[in-house]
């Protein structure tokens, strides 16, 4: 007869949450973050605009699997580098899977890696961030309404630093760019930065809070 979790002793339920703790520890020397969304820095717009970047989402053992490419979804290779900011989904808050043929967090991003293997990739509709919300969705992680928007702030907000060095990467270029920008370019620098940012971030919020059916998730 199986036991139930109220049949065990305390040393025995004491062992389990240790095994627990342990396989859930962060080790960014392996690019391992158990149970997390991760994101870094994407050449030249991260240089604009720090706070887009590329995201993934880490299966139960930390492997990062990411939307990189048509039809493609990366396992163990982050596209653009190691990841340097995270956020990891508490034990609390794993709970809600829906019952049927996902049991397991890694069953439900096993679901949505076969499905977005048949998909053609877009930085503007179906990209990196349409993945880890449909993911989201399917895990219904706080909610089931997770878009590319909710979730960009979401890592922006409560995103942790993976270490100093990750920092410096993410935010030394924007600096530099925008210091020599501003020191030769001057105020013509600052318009076209103000233009693309605008223009960016603008197409996501309509994309996604005015024509819905745009960005796929």
């Known amino acids: 007869m199986e036991k139930t979790e109220s049949d065990l002793d305390p040393e025995q339920l004491h062992m389990m949450e240790t095994g627990f703790s342990r396989t859930m520890q962060i080790d960014p ?3 391992r973050f158990p149970c997390s969304i991760v994101w870094s820095p994407l050449p030249v717009i991260s240089w604009f ?5 590329h995201i993934g989402i880490c299966r139960e053992d930390g492997v990062i699997l990411d939307f990189a490419g048509p039809n493609f979804v990366c396992v163990d290779n982050f596209a653009f580098g190691a990841a340097t900011r995270y956020v990891q989904i508490p034990k609390d808050k794993q709970c809600c899977i829906p019952l049927g043929e996902l049991r397991t967090w890694d069953d439900a991003l096993l679901k949505s890696t076969q499905e977005f293997q048949h998909r ?3 930085l ?3 990209n990196c961030h349409s993945f880890v919300a449909h993911n989201l969705n399917r895990l219904t992680y706080l909610s089931s309404r997770w878009n590319v928007v909710n979730l960009a702030i979401f890592i922006l907000l409560s995103g942790r630093w993976v270490n100093k060095t ?3 990467r993410t935010i030394l270029p924007f600096l530099l760019v925008f210091f020599l920008g501003l020191t030769f370019g001057g105020f013509t ?4 930065w103000f233009l693309f940012t605008s223009l960016l ?13 745009l960005i796929q998730l």
Not at 189 to 192: E, G
Not at 202 to 213: D, E, M, V
């Open 166 to 168: 990750s920092m410096l």
């Open 189 to 192: 620098f600052f318009k076209f």
């Open 49 to 53: 605009i720090p706070f887009i970047g």
């Open 120 to 122: 053609s990739y877009s």
């Open 201 to 213: 971030i603008g197409w996501f919020l309509l994309a996604t809070y005015c024509f819905k059916n």
């Open 29 to 31: 020397r392996r690019s």
């Open 124 to 126: 503007f509709t179906c």
